[in-house]
């Protein structure tokens, strides 16, 4: 009698545990939209001969990517976004983790705008940082609109700053300043994809690809198209 009851919990336990680890796996629409359209915008960005340069995506310890932050304001403005971040392991890049972005402002601005956004953040402690608590940037963490053109020179750049934002408007592409911006993690749609897997060990390879994420990881290990040999545009031609 005992053993029937033991193995009749045993059974119930495993079920349980099978049951959770499969609601943890399914992401809902928008996660799964947010994964698409990342890996878009990161291809769209790389390729265009003036957006990121090369030698700066490869110093990149983490990509953060926000597609359509949304810029809409009547008398009081601000900007929001949530997006993914995946960060350099020694496999390759890691499984993405989902993020959220704030950017409060003041003033007069009519209108609406969606903005994409792609942030090479160059230390890979901060990139952590934001996983634990809102990090704000220019206070938190150096930002500065990065340098544009394939084939620009990181060296243009001074010191580099801890992120480094690139954005597309519209088909144009450029840097944008962000500071004041706050970057911290998306609590619950990690929960949907990892359940109680800590998100820093995620970013450090200890958690498999979500099937969901595999075209956006494999963008991000996707070399560029070669540049046309055009003029490189500074950050405010792009503008």
């Known amino acids: 009698m005992n053993l029937r009851i033991t193995r009749a919990a045993g059974l119930a336990l495993l079920s349980s545990s099978l049951i959770a680890s499969t609601a943890f796996a399914a992401l809902s629409t928008g996660e799964q939209k947010r994964l698409t359209d990342s890996a ?5 960005i790389r390729n265009a001969d003036n957006g990121i340069p090369d030698d700066l995506w490869a110093k990149a310890a983490c990509v953060i990517v926000i597609p359509d932050m949304k810029k809409a304001a009547f008398i009081v403005g601000g900007e929001y976004g949530k997006g993914v971040m995946s960060c350099r392991t020694a496999n390759g890049w890691s499984s993405p983790v989902f993020m959220e972005l704030e950017k409060g402002s003041w003033g007069f601005q009519a209108g609406a705008e969606e903005i994409d956004l792609v ?4 230390n890979k402690d901060a990139a952590v940082k934001m ?3 809102k990090v704000s940037l220019g206070a938190d963490a150096s930002v500065a609109a990065g340098p544009v053109g394939r084939a620009a020179s990181a060296s243009t ?5 801890t992120v480094l934002s690139y954005s597309r408007s519209k088909g144009l592409f450029g840097g944008i300043n962000l ?3 706050a970057l911290k993690a998306d609590k619950d749609s990690n929960t949907d994809a990892y359940g109680n ?3 820093e060990n995620v970013l450090n390879g200890g958690a498999p690809t ?3 994420a595999t075209a956006f990881v494999n963008t991000l290990g996707t070399s560029t198209r070669a540049t046309s040999g055009a003029k490189t545009p500074s950050a405010t031609d792009a503008k």
């Not at 750049?157 to 700053?161: H, I, K, N, P, S």
């Open 119 to 122: 942030l090479l953040v160059t």
């Open 197 to 199: 897997a800590v998100p």
């Open 157 to 161: 750049t001074g010191t580099l700053a």
């Open 179 to 181: 500071s004041g911006g």
């Open 210 to 212: 979500l099937a969901g």
């Open 131 to 133: 996983l634990s608590n």
């Open 40 to 44: 878009a915008v990161v291809s769209a």
